[in-house]
């Protein structure tokens, strides 16, 4: 997790290791072995990520979390249409995980099922009246529509939340990505208010 924060920090080559070692020193742990997937996201690397998530879920098919961000990097690869599958499995396992939805929203508006995404935005708006929804789950389905406003929307409310997601902002959405949207000054707004 210390290598999660580096990240934030953009010094990535000391997050690496950081994950590195943790992953060393713990070989068994599933959620230690995905981090250092995540970490090599962060740092711009998704090919290695993807390695890394494979790798996790060569020792256990249905570990969720692994699948999750699995997902985020073939999206963030251009591969949204093998993401939706990886997505739909990692809801299957998790049973319905709002953020495992919303990433499958996500994934299902860029791989051009945009339906399906605003049905799987309006699935979490009906479930949020029954049980807590992160803001960050919307978030993920209105990123895919390439729908600013919603997005901003989900995003304060988060930032109004305390999710954990914001704290994240200096490196998600993909910088390599979404570049357009993290100028918008809603968005340097939002990193500003963070600091």
């Known amino acids: 997790w210390h290598g999660t924060y580096l990240s934030i920090r953009h010094r990535f080559a000391e997050a690496i290791a950081e994950a590195e070692r ?4 713990d ?16 740092a711009g690397r998704d090919e290695d990520a993807i390695t890394k998530y494979r790798k996790v879920l060569a020792v256990d098919p249905d570990f969720s979390y692994a699948l999750s961000h699995l997902g985020g ?8 249409g093998e993401a939706v599958q990886v997505l739909e499995r990692a809801v ?33 708006q009906r479930m949020s009246k029954e049980r807590y929804v992160t803001p960050v789950a919307g978030l993920y389905v209105c990123l895919g ?16 939340q305390r999710a954990n997601y914001v704290v994240l902002l200096s490196v998600l ?16 707004d ?4 963070l600091q």
Not at 22 to 25: E, I, P, Q
């Open 22 to 25: 943790a992953r060393d020193l």
């Open 27 to 42: 070989p068994l742990s599933l959620i230690t072995q995905t981090q250092v997937g995540w970490i090599y996201k962060f």
């Open 73 to 80: 990097s073939l999206m963030d690869t251009g591969k949204a």
């Open 92 to 124: 299957r396992i998790s049973r319905n995980n709002p953020s495992m939805l919303g990433a499958l929203g996500q994934a299902y508006a860029m791989s051009g099922r945009r339906p399906q995404a605003i049905q799987m935005l309006a699935r979490l």
């Open 145 to 160: 529509l390439d729908n600013r406003d919603c997005f901003f929307n989900h995003l304060e409310e988060a930032y109004r």
């Open 173 to 188: 959405p993909s910088p390599r990505r979404f570049g357009a949207l993290r100028v918008d000054p809603r968005f340097q």
């Open 190 to 193: 939002m990193l500003r208010r």
